[in-house]
């Protein structure tokens, strides 16, 4: 199995630290009333920071609600106390099959379908009350749009390497079949792209409420990793770049995932949407939608995750679609447009992303892989793949760099160029430099990155929280972090190096992009219709 298992082990193992962790240094915080019910969270008085957790930003996805758009809240009596984690949403695996099922030539926590929960946390004075008009980051995690919680992350984590400067909210949203149902009837009777459309929920959430909790409305961020960033790019190119009210001012993406995003009636999400009725079997039900409602989670949930364990190896199958409504075209449309949201955009990228989600025991050319990978390719497609990528190395070599450049690194430079003249692009190195490597250098809290110096870690966390707080990488919370000046990425293709020698010293420093790696992303972006992206 590709990453997405020993990512949840990470999650796993930072979830145990965290619940583990003693607040024998706690004290009660103030009550928050958010007009549909009053929170209490919890007062870390060893460094002053206020935790609220699971706060409830929508009503329980069930019954009626299954498959259709948030809702807003119910109202609720006293005081809830946030102060444990919220349970995950139902999630599972990606694809582990050798062979690409669609493809045609011519941890120990707790899931639930009620998931809709976020966590708020933010600097504090001695009694709990809020600093006042901070920036705010909204953290999406990543998982493939299968799996991955809130419990995953502590806030506290970005607060201290921001210099007490930021709130930070992590929301969670619905995953999988929940979350990403495909095909005419959703569109019809339900909606499409619930999970995204939860996030936009919570975002809306912020703009209303975070202001009781010290942060500035007019100051969001929002930044993600793997499908977390693919969720960026979502939210960045959503409503044709017009979404009102502005939601957000700054963009981080850290490791973009932009898998095949098909139109939601197209042939391969209609073949979902019947395989997901034949295996809860709704196939023969004169009304599909009323029967999944219907269903049992746990029915929902085998469904889900054989459906998605099913899919080609590394790949993930119940992901984003075009809509119509709030994605109305695909998304590699909307950046060469222009038509985004956002006023900055800071772009990460690791260097080997594709490794992790291609299976490493199976010889494949460069030419093969890209026909498994993308079913609406054709030889001729095909060839090109296999000239562009044939100085880079040994076969295997080949493929993992397709599979890390067509669906993580070359969307990051789709959007670099939707946000021209205000976009900042780096690259984390250090060895093995593969996907999700870079987490645990700003998610902290019971994680311990493979390169544990302290002034790397600062130059690399300080960067994201510098661009939360002044969409500016360069207006440092410490001046004396290490990074140099750091041009825009416009500015000669510039990109700002994360790495370290062999001896175990730094490297922070400006690097000129690849000319042969933006030809293979400009190839890539002109097939765009083909590889559904």
């Given at each position: 199995m590709p990453s997405l298992r020993s990512l949840s082990r990470f999650c796993a193992t930072v979830l145990a630290v965290f619940l583990e962790t003693p607040l024998a240094r706690a004290q009660t915080a103030p009550v928050v009333d958010l007009g549909y019910a009053q929170y209490q969270g919890t007062v870390n008085t060893a460094n002053n920071i206020t935790n609220f957790l699971g706060i409830r930003y929508a009503a329980a996805p069930l019954g009626d609600l299954r498959f259709r758009a948030p809702q807003p809240p119910a109202n609720v009596t006293g005081v809830q106390q946030a102060t444990i984690q919220p349970n995950a949403c139902l999630q599972s695996g990606d694809g582990s099959s050798p062979t690409n099922p669609l493809e045609t030539r011519g941890t120990q926590f707790v899931t639930t379908e009620d998931c809709l929960f976020l966590n708020v946390y933010y600097p504090s004075g001695g009694a709990g009350e809020p600093l006042q008009d901070l920036p705010t980051l909204v953290w999406i995690h990543g998982g493939g749009y299968l799996a991955g919680e809130a419990s995953a992350t502590n806030g506290e984590d970005i607060i201290n390497q921001s210099n007490r400067g930021v709130v930070v909210v992590i929301i969670q949203y619905r995953l999988g079949l929940f979350g990403f149902l495909p095909g005419t009837a959703v569109k019809r009777d339900g909606v499409l792209n619930a999970g995204l459309l939860d996030q936009d929920f919570a975002f809306r959430w912020v703009n209303q409420h975070i202001s009781k909790f010290g942060g500035d409305p007019s100051k969001v961020t929002i930044w993600g990793e793997s499908a977390g960033a693919g969720s960026v790019i979502q939210h960045v190119v959503a409503n044709n770049g017009k979404t009102k009210p502005q939601l957000f001012r700054g963009a981080i993406a850290s490791s973009t995932f932009l898998p095949q995003q098909y139109r939601f009636d197209d042939r391969i999400p209609e073949r979902l949407f019947s395989e997901v009725l034949v295996q809860t079997n709704c196939s023969k039900a004169r009304n599909s939608m009323a029967c999944l409602r219907a269903a049992d989670a746990s029915v929902l949930e085998t469904a889900n995750t054989n459906i998605n364990d099913s899919g080609f190896y590394g790949t993930f199958l119940l992901v984003p679609v075009v809509d119509g409504d709030f994605i109305t075209q695909?998304?590699?449309?909307?950046?060469?447009?222009?038509?985004?949201?956002?006023?900055?955009?800071?772009?990460?990228?690791?260097?080997?992303?594709?490794?992790?989600?291609?299976?490493?025991?199976?010889?494949?050319?460069?030419?093969?892989?890209?026909?498994?990978?993308?079913?609406?390719?054709?030889?001729?497609?095909?060839?090109?793949?296999?000239?562009?990528?044939?100085?880079?190395?040994?076969?295997?070599?080949?493929?993992?760099?397709?599979?890390?450049?067509?669906?993580?690194?070359?969307?990051?430079?789709?959007?670099?160029?939707?946000?021209?003249?205000?976009?900042?692009?780096?690259?984390?190195?250090?060895?093995?430099?593969?996907?999700?490597?870079?987490?645990?250098?700003?998610?902290?809290?019971?994680?311990?990155?493979?390169?544990?110096?302290?002034?790397?870690?600062?130059?690399?966390?300080?960067?994201?929280?510098?661009?939360?707080?002044?969409?500016?990488?360069?207006?440092?919370?410490?001046?004396?972090?290490?990074?140099?000046?750091?041009?825009?990425?416009?500015?000669?293709?510039?990109?700002?190096?994360?790495?370290?020698?062999?001896?175990?010293?730094?490297?922070?420093?400006?690097?000129?992009?690849?000319?042969?790696?933006?030809?293979?992303?400009?190839?890539?972006?002109?097939?765009?219709?083909?590889?559904?992206?």
């Open positions: 695909r998304p590699t449309l909307s950046l060469r447009e222009g038509k985004v949201n956002g006023e900055a955009l800071l772009a990460v990228t690791n260097t080997f992303e594709g490794t992790d989600f291609v299976n490493q025991g199976v010889a494949v050319t460069a030419k093969q892989y890209s026909l498994n990978l993308f079913p609406r390719f054709s030889p001729v497609q095909a060839d090109t793949v296999a000239a562009l990528y044939a100085d880079l190395g040994n076969d295997l070599f080949q493929v993992d760099a397709l599979q890390g450049e067509s669906i993580f690194i070359c969307p990051a430079y789709y959007m670099l160029s939707a946000f021209h003249g205000r976009s900042f692009k780096g690259e984390f190195a250090i060895p093995p430099g593969l996907h999700s490597d870079d987490i645990p250098y700003y998610w902290t809290t019971g994680a311990t990155p493979g390169f544990n110096n302290t002034a790397f870690i600062d130059a690399f966390a300080q960067s994201f929280t510098s661009f939360i707080i002044n969409l500016d990488p360069n207006i440092k919370v410490d001046p004396t972090t290490i990074t140099p000046h750091w041009d825009m990425f416009d500015v000669n293709n510039t990109e700002m190096l994360f790495n370290k020698t062999a001896d175990g010293v730094p490297v922070v420093q400006p690097i000129t992009t690849s000319n042969a790696l933006l030809e293979r992303c400009r190839f890539w972006n002109s097939v765009g219709n083909l590889t559904a992206q």
